[in-house]
């Protein structure tokens, strides 16, 4: 399967957790859902907020008290698909062994400062997301690698509160 790039623009923290709200919704539903998701940004950028959002949308999420787990190094929430929320940037830069159990079982792993990783230990299928502060708001850049990109959000969801960015930076 081909990469597909799609573009969001999220005006505030509120338009940042809908659009990992929408991914969520997607998660659930998937057959063939990545592996890893690889959040790329800068601190604050809004990487924790997202996966609020995504860890929301899915079964079992409302239980689920999503931190940064940047002390932890990974975090589990009681989901279905499960999700393990990895923050990689006190690391050494090698996956952590919870990851690769997480992986084994079928769980979705979200890894923060995914840049620390080799090429090796990155899974084939994975959605790659990044998420940069744009004027008040986030542009967030998501790109499917080996997924259907059926699995993106659509960009004109009737929510509203992120938008597509795509004609704004083609």
Known sequence: MDSEVRRYFAPNEEGTEALG???GRKLADAENRPGMMLLHGELGAGKTCFVRGLVRALPGGSEAEVSSPSFT???????RPEILHCDLYRTSGDLPEEAEEALDRGA???IEWPERLAEAALCRERLDIHIRSWHKGRIIIMTSRGIPSSFLPDPEEPSRRFFNADASFA
């Not at 190094?73 to 989901?79: D, E, G, Q």
């Open 108 to 110: 979705c792993v979200l």
């Open 73 to 79: 190094v990974c975090n589990s929430y009681p989901t």
């Open 21 to 23: 709200e929408a991914l």
